[in-house]
């Protein structure tokens, strides 16, 4: 299983980024999905998530509202779109899929991993 994230920048204070995650290897249609941050100094944290087994989607209190997962199976990619972005959203993101079993949001569960792409929002 590979992953491949993009489309992270440099943004300015209430700008936005849409990051891509191109998969192969597996299938997405039958997968939990999530996307991760680990800013410097810190312990990476989940964004986002969308539970394959009941379709439920997660987000991390400080992004709800802000940002938005989305998928495209006949793609096989994924998506994070981040609106009205701050600065304490810098971080390097990672984008991750897990057994259509898995329903938490948590690293720990998540076997296979992008290389992660850097947001940076500064003015």
């Given at each position: 299983?590979?992953?491949?994230?993009?489309?992270?920048?440099?943004?300015?204070?209430?700008?936005?980024?849409?990051?891509?995650?191109?998969?192969?290897?597996?299938?997405?249609?039958?997968?939990?999905?999530?996307?991760?941050?680990?800013?410097?100094?810190?312990?990476?944290?989940?964004?986002?998530?969308?539970?394959?087994?009941?379709?439920?989607?997660?987000?991390?209190?400080?992004?709800?509202?802000?940002?938005?997962?989305?998928?495209?199976?006949?793609?096989?990619?994924?998506?994070?779109?981040?609106?009205?972005?701050?600065?304490?959203?810098?971080?390097?993101y990672?984008?991750?899929?897990?057994?259509?079993?898995?329903?938490?949001?948590?690293d720990a569960f998540?076997?296979?991993?992008?290389?992660?792409?850097?947001?940076?929002?500064?003015?």
């Amino acid at each position: 299983v590979q992953l491949q994230a993009s489309g992270g920048g440099l943004v300015k204070p209430g700008g936005s980024l849409r990051l891509s995650c191109v998969t192969s290897g597996s299938n997405l249609e039958r997968s939990t999905i999530g996307w991760f941050r680990q800013a410097p100094g810190k312990d990476r944290e989940a964004v986002s998530c969308i539970i394959h087994k009941d379709g439920t989607t997660y987000y991390e209190d400080a992004v709800k509202g802000r940002f938005t997962i989305s998928k495209d199976n006949a793609k096989n990619t994924m998506y994070l779109q981040m609106d009205n972005l701050k600065p304490e959203d810098t971080a390097v993101y990672y984008c991750a899929t897990a057994a259509p079993l898995t329903v938490v949001c948590v690293d720990a569960f998540f076997p296979n991993w992008g290389q992660g792409t850097q947001v940076t929002v500064s003015s």
